[in-house]
């Protein structure tokens, strides 16, 4: 009987480790997801405020003084 036991043991973990197959992408696809989400929203932020344009402005007046 406990042959039996055994041989469902090892299906059943033979089942569920064939299932996490594809769960290290899907992950790394959400995280990729998350991170572009940030970006876009530290973007929109910058330009917002434009906060790109007086970094720009401030590092061109100190490489060409007027």
Sequence with gaps: MS???LRVWFGV?????????????AEYALVMIAAAAVAGLLVMWAHKTNLVSGLFNAV???VLPF
């Design 60 to 62: 061109i007046k100190k």
């Design 13 to 25: 973990m033979q089942r569920l480790e064939q299932d996490e197959a594809g769960q290290s992408t």
């Design 3 to 5: 042959e039996f036991f």
